[in-house]
């Protein structure tokens, strides 16, 4: 029985005959099929009895007609008919013609006539050769229909060893089969260029010792085969490297399933192997770009983090790890809503509309953690897009601002106080730029103006006094503060809307975060009630004088213990 098969495997692969239109081997192959079927008792059986006694029935007519004359006219018409029926029918029908045909001989020409009987000597004789002859037809149209059986299985087998040929060569896949002992018994033409050989027939006999491929990798391709066929257990899609005759190194999927016979017995196998060298390098940059992907994320120095559809970690940055972790080293594969984060409702809706396609993010947004803690996060959630520009999940990206937020409410208090401060304070506090244009001025500084904010910010101290003077003296005094970096004091007087005032002014340089000079701060605190007041006491005092020391009488100026500490001159 294997004999039998590995023959017929043989057959296939070294079939040269590769019919250019199929057209051409489907046509006889499907004659020779049908006369195969008729042949094979493929009518019903009441059909070929029934034609059998149809057959003697019209014989009987045409005799009984007179349609042929002689004394041998019972031979030249049953005979015929029985052969036609054994033709048709088989030896069943043939056997069952000669009955109803002997029926018909002893009943209407054998005497006495009209009876199933012969009483001449002669009649019996004749009905024993009519039998004789008629069982030798029989025998001679049944070899007959087998030699045309035979001949129709034959082209039948031939047509589909053609097909079978021409469809294992028209297959982009390299195929081959074996028998027991991994000796190759055919392959088709694809296998046979990559090994090497002029066509598939000289594969036949070969081993993988005798093909291309290293000593190593022959040894594992018939450690596979023996696997496949000692289990009678198929392998499929071993991916494996392969050497073609140019030496060429490819990557292939490999497929070997176990070739039996009818009674299960295993004699070869068949094996199918497909090219992937391609898909095996893309497969190769796409990990190698996953991995560069995973690293670049990893090492991110933002908090971010990658997710399937189903909110399952695919990457994180370590930031998102050591703020979002949860004592994990490792999130990929879980679940974001299993690290149980006190994450307010909203969040879910936010993702669920991120996988729907509409990307989110917020500036400024308050969590308020289940230990009543405050942080403050500036986020952004968008949808990540696969090779098919179908959304595969989202990234989450995240930054904690609380530092940030803690530090703009300082601040704001700060401005707040400062702005108190210098909205009460009498005095004028005002900030110039390098150029001396003011860049604030307190409500003190705009009364000294007498002009509304809008009309000062942006000016120079020449734009602001209609003495030019005034004003060369000021910008003076800004210009040697700027050049100095360091702060002065400089009594300057103005003309105010109240008059002319002295303003005690201290003046100090203005630095920018990288400690350069970008302008002057400055307070001023207008002294023209104390100077006129000192003025004042100065011309008392030198009135006092001036009557101390004219006096007509000697005047003598003590303290407490009669220690004196002036006398004019009538006391000498």
Not at 83 to 92: K, S, W
Not at 279 to 300: D, P
């Amino acid at each position: 029985m294997n004999e039998k098969h590995q023959g017929d495997i043989r057959d296939k692969g070294g079939a040269k005959e590769h019919p250019q239109n199929v057209e051409a081997v489907r046509r006889p192959m499907l004659v020779a099929a049908r006369l195969d079927f008729w042949l094979a008792n493929g009518t019903p059986t009441w059909f070929r009895y029934g034609a059998a006694i149809l057959a003697v029935t019209v014989a009987l007519v045409l005799d009984r007609a007179d349609f042929l004359s002689g004394s041998f006219r019972i031979y030249l018409v049953f005979y015929p008919f029985i052969i036609l029926a054994t033709l048709f029918g088989g030896v069943g029908p043939g056997l069952l013609a000669i009955t109803l045909s002997c029926f018909a001989v002893a009943f209407f020409w054998a005497e006495p006539v009209g009876q199933f009987a012969m009483a001449a000597r002669a009649d019996r004789i004749s009905m024993a050769l009519f039998i004789i002859g008629n069982l030798f037809f029989i025998w001679v149209c049944e070899l007959l229909r087998r030699a045309i059986r035979q001949a129709a299985q034959a082209e039948v087998q031939h047509q589909s060893r053609n097909m079978l040929a021409q469809i294992l060569n028209s297959v982009p896949q390299s195929v081959f089969w074996k028998d027991r002992h991994s000796v190759y018994l055919g392959c088709n033409e694809v296998f046979a260029r990559a090994v090497g050989l002029a066509g598939p027939e000289a594969i036949i006999g070969k081993t993988d010792f005798d093909l291309p491929w290293p000593r190593q990798e022959a040894e594992a391709y018939t450690a596979d085969d023996r696997d496949v066929m000692e289990n009678n257990r198929p392998k499929r899609h071993i991916i494996e490297p392969l050497q073609q005759a140019d030496g060429n190194r490819l990557w292939i999927d490999t497929t070997k399933v176990p070739l039996t016979d009818c009674e299960g017995l295993v004699f070869g196998l068949l094996g199918v192997y497909e090219d992937i060298t391609e898909r095996k390098r893309v497969e190769e940059a796409l990990q190698e770009s996953q991995e560069q992907l995973r690293l670049l994320v990893a090492q991110a120095p933002i908090t971010v983090a990658m997710f399937d559809r189903n909110m399952n970690y695919l990457a994180t940055s370590r930031r998102w790890i050591a703020e979002y972790g949860r004592g994990h080293d490792d999130l990929t594969g879980l679940n974001h809503y299993d690290i149980k984060y006190d994450m307010p409702d909203y969040w879910r809706e936010v993702h669920r509309k991120a996988l729907a396609g509409e990307a989110q993010d917020c500036e400024e947004d308050r969590w308020v953690k289940a230990d009543g803690t405050v942080s403050w996060l500036r986020w952004a959630v968008h949808p990540w897009r696969d090779a098919h520009q179908q959304i595969g999940g989202i990234i989450i990206s995240a930054e904690d601002i609380t530092k940030r937020k803690e530090a703009e409410e300082a601040l704001m208090q700060s401005e707040a106080f400062l702005r108190a401060v210098c909205g009460t304070t009498p005095d004028p506090i005002f900030a110039k730029d390098r150029e001396s244009r003011l860049l604030m001025a307190n409500p003190a500084t705009l009364r000294a103006f007498g002009k509304p904010v809008e009309e000062v910010i942006g000016k120079r101290d020449d734009e602001l006094y209609a003495d030019p003077e005034t004003a060369r003296t000021v910008l003076e005094n800004d210009r040697r503060v700027i050049e100095s970096g360091i702060a002065e004091v400089f009594e300057e007087t103005v003309e105010t809307p109240y008059g002319r005032r002295v303003f005690l002014s201290t003046k100090a340089p203005y630095f920018d975060a990288d400690g350069r000079v970008i302008g002057t701060i400055g307070v001023a605190r207008d002294i023209t009630k104390r100077m006129q007041a000192e003025e004042t006491l100065r011309k008392t005092e030198a009135r006092f004088r001036a009557t101390f020391d004219n006096a007509g009488v000697g005047i003598l100026e003590g303290e407490k213990e009669d220690r004196i500490i002036a006398a004019n001159d009538r006391v000498c």
